[in-house]
């Protein structure tokens, strides 16, 4: 017989799901409102306090909460210390109360009647200091259709919204292309000795018509010695004189000709003289080059294509005494702002003295130049704007098979600035090609490059040096599954995104390696608790300053009454917290826990060192009424032996509040209590006592292993029980913690059939730095 001592520390592990006697020695069964830290140790969680929020005129106001079972969209916008501003603000969308947005820089005030100093919020509503444009920049941003209807990006100071379920569009336009109707001839020269003869062959047939088109031949005149304005004036009558299907009008040395008729077009028109035919120069709406237009056209303002390759056409407008580029009039050019995000802006109201914010729609560009073969419409029109990110000075829109990204530095222009060059500036639109069908969801901006998450794959999109459109490239980095109703979490170099498993979910950290795309993975740090977190998954979140990630769920389960054997309600009560440490390329903690609150969570988010919860809570009985089970009172129902006893859904008070828990750990001198008088139950399963040997996981231990006594270091304020429970005769021993707090409690049990566990209810916080448990080991002998 040996004796042995196991310390399993601060339990810093968290939950494993392993088989006992595989189980790290610092890992547990289940872990419940604790906090586990390799620094300080094993803590009881910090209380949720609820917020103060007041409105701009400083009443009493709250969140507009969402229906039952749906949940709150929710953005932050965070500048940070660094900025010399202290702006953090949530951006809150739900199904009743629409946009809301509360500023989280807050003040402290004493309250009197409960003697305490209280946190206030400022909350934002329509008509209370946010203001809409009109009722259709209202319609854009409540058009509620789940949590993750919405995507918001900030820019500078301004919030970009896009509502996914919005399809983009252009504006109607009515077709103008009386530019057909057209053709011009250009008298370069004459010579003033002999003088040269002029002409003209003009082909003609209806719009759209496939037709021969009809010529009418000028034939050349009489040599002519004038200038080259006269002889322009002489030719355009002459014109005018031999048909009545044109109109024929000169300006300087320039000669416009139009259809009598608008449902006619000019197919092409050829000048002729008698100098070779280079002494002019006639087209319709297209030539091959720029130098064969005269410089000056006088009082004309035609609009024509230069090119040799319907590819590479350049569409020109004569305005301004020179030649502009344009686009082709037929195309459509204006991007219809109903459809597009919107933008959520800060703004000071000189008449009221406060602030307000505007919800508006955004001035997007036109196209101004080319035509759908050389200045492409961008990908997301037609199509519903999945995200919106910021990148690199450009403002990216992701539709579900590419992305678009502005003119740099210019976020509302998303077409090219020029057919003739291709600018290092200029728009980047491309789409994904890849074999498999791809639909992307999200874009996460992280280090020198852009993540894509569809629902099966991953790409990045980068580019080396100057990001440019002739500079970039996407490649595929993974192929992991992802349930595309959670946005990916980046925290520090990492993004975090959800998998379901089955009913349960696995939670997946993607590294980034900038220097090696072959480097990126991504690790399932659900790996060891495959069946811990929650399938209804819908937002994750988290603490870089605290290494902490937050998971939550729709809902944490169905609670079923025990006697009718039907569900009674839906309990999402819970947050599944992720903690965990690295030094160097190696992480020496990796814990799993949750967080249970005292109602329904309906959405969390993370400032700074604060998390926050929208938690629909359960404060107390207002009536002693017990009811039996199903809710209803009957008295001709008779009493069955073990029944549930409940109380009247009816009877309990719910506060709809923001709450707040600090990240840091609250001082042993404090009260932990819920919302000031809610105990926090912790609870902590340790599942059975197997040897490990010295090492960090458990060893296989050939013979008997007998516990024997348990010590527990921790804070001399610490209330807990250790609990002891004996499997093999069913009985539950709890142990105090005045009595093993630093000293030596007898166990006293087979490790096969006791289990242990640390259970809390006090007002009171616990600080555990080790746990010791001690027994004696009889190996049997070999053979």
């Not at 941003?141 to 995507?151: C, G, L, R």
């Not at 590479?312 to 004569?318: G, K, R, S, T």
Request: hydrophobic fraction near 35%; proline fraction near 3%; glycine fraction near 8%.
């Amino acid at each position: 017989m040996a004796l042995v001592t196991d310390n399993k520390k601060s339990l810093y592990g968290g939950v494993s799901q392993q088989p006992d006697d595989t189980r790290m020695v610092h890992q547990v069964e289940e872990m419940i409102n604790f906090f586990p830290t390799l620094e300080q140790g094993l803590r009881l969680r910090n209380p949720s306090y609820p917020l103060v929020i007041r409105d701009i005129n400083d009443g009493t106001d709250n969140i507009t909460f969402p229906s039952d079972y749906r949940n709150a969209f929710v953005y932050t916008y965070e500048k940070g210390r660094a900025s010399m501003s202290d702006d953090n603000y949530a951006y809150i969308i739900t199904d009743k109360g629409g946009l809301e947005i509360i500023d989280l820089n807050y003040t402290v005030q004493y309250n009197g009647v409960d003697d305490r100093y209280e946190k206030v919020a400022r909350i934002y509503k329509e008509g209370k200091g946010i203001v809409y444009q009109d009722e259709s920049a209202k319609d854009y941003i409540t058009s509620f259709v789940t949590e993750n209807t919405y995507s918001m990006c900030a820019v500078k100071d301004a919030v970009f919204v896009t509502n996914k379920a919005s399809v983009t569009r252009f504006e109607d336009k009515i077709i103008d292309n009386s530019y057909l109707n057209r053709g011009y001839i250009w008298i370069k020269q004459n010579d003033p000795v002999y003088g040269w003869s002029y002409g003209a062959n003009i082909w003609i047939r209806p719009k759209g018509s496939n037709q021969p088109a009809k010529r009418i031949e000028v034939p050349l005149g009489n040599p002519n010695t004038k200038g080259t304005d006269a002889i322009a004036a002489e030719l355009a009558q002459r014109i005018n004189d031999l048909t009545v299907d044109l109109v024929a009008t000169a300006s300087g040395s320039v000669i416009e000709i139009v259809t009598r008729e608008m449902g006619f077009e000019i197919v092409e028109l050829e000048a002729i003289d008698s100098y070779g035919n280079t002494a002019s120069f006639g087209w319709g709406h297209r030539v091959d080059y720029t130098t064969d237009l005269p410089k000056n056209m006088n009082s004309f303002t035609p609009t024509t294509a230069v090119g040799t390759n319907d590819r590479a056409l350049i569409w020109l407008e004569y305005g301004d005494g020179k030649w502009n580029e344009t686009h082709k009039p037929e195309v459509r050019t204006q991007i219809n702002p109903f459809y597009m995000p919107h933008i959520i802006r800060k703004s000071y109201n000189s008449t009221t003295n406060k602030i307000e914010f505007v919800v508006e729609r955004y001035n997007w560009d036109d196209r101004l130049i080319g035509d759908e073969e050389t200045n492409k419409r961008p990908i997301f029109l037609g199509r519903r704007i999945k995200d919106i990110f910021f990148f690199k000075n450009r403002l990216g829109l992701l539709s579900e098979n590419g992305l678009t990204m502005s003119e740099v530095g210019n976020y509302t222009n998303f077409w090219r600035t020029s057919v003739a060059a291709l600018l290092d500036s200029d728009r980047i639109d491309v789409e994904i090609e890849s074999l498999n069908s791809v639909t992307l969801e999200y874009a996460l901006p992280i280090q020198d490059s852009v993540m894509l998450f569809s629902n099966k794959y991953q790409y990045r999109f980068k580019g080396d040096g100057i990001l440019s459109p002739s500079n970039f490239e996407i490649a595929q980095e993974g192929s992991y599954e992802m349930n595309i109703d959670v946005r990916p979490y980046l925290m520090n170099n990492r993004i975090y995104f959800a998998a379901r498993r089955g009913e349960k979910s696995a939670i997946y950290e993607l590294f980034i390696n900038s220097g090696n795309l072959r480097e990126t993975r991504a690790t399932d740090i659900t790996a060891h608790c495959p069946d811990y977190v929650d399938g209804h998954v819908y937002n994750i979140t988290g603490s870089s300053v605290n290494d902490m990630l937050f998971v939550i769920s729709k809902a944490d389960y169905i609670e079923t009454d025990m006697i009718i054997n039907s569900p009674i309600a839906i309990v999402r009560n819970t947050v599944f917290v992720y903690k965990f440490l690295d030094s160097g390329n190696q992480r020496i903690q990796s814990a799993w826990f949750k967080w249970k609150f005292n109602g329904n969570l309906l959405g969390g988010f993370n400032i700074e060192r604060n998390f926050y919860v929208l938690l629909d809570r359960i404060n107390k009985l207002d009536t002693a009424e017990w009811l039996l089970s199903d809710g209803k009172w009957n008295m001709d129902s008779r009493w069955v032996n073990g029944g549930k006893w409940i109380m009247s859904p009816s009877s309990l008070v719910h506060q709809k509040q923001l709450e707040y828990i600090s990240l840091e750990p609250q001082g042993l001198d404090k009260n932990f209590l819920d919302n000031y008088n809610s105990i926090i139950e912790g609870y902590i399963d340790m599942g059975r006592w197997f040897y490990a040997g010295g090492n960090s996981s458990p060893a296989s231990v050939n013979g008997y292993l007998q516990m024997k006594s348990m010590k527990v270091m921790c804070d001399k304020r610490s209330v807990f029980d250790i609990t002891v429970t004996d499997e093999e005769r069913d009985t539950l021993r709890k142990i105090p913690s005045r009595f093993i707090a630093n000293r030596r409690a007898m166990i006293l049990g087979r490790n096969e059939g006791t289990r242990l566990g640390i259970d809390h209810v006090s007002p009171k916080g616990v600080e555990i730095s080790t746990i010791l448990i001690e027994g004696n080991i009889t190996k049997r002998a070999r053979g």
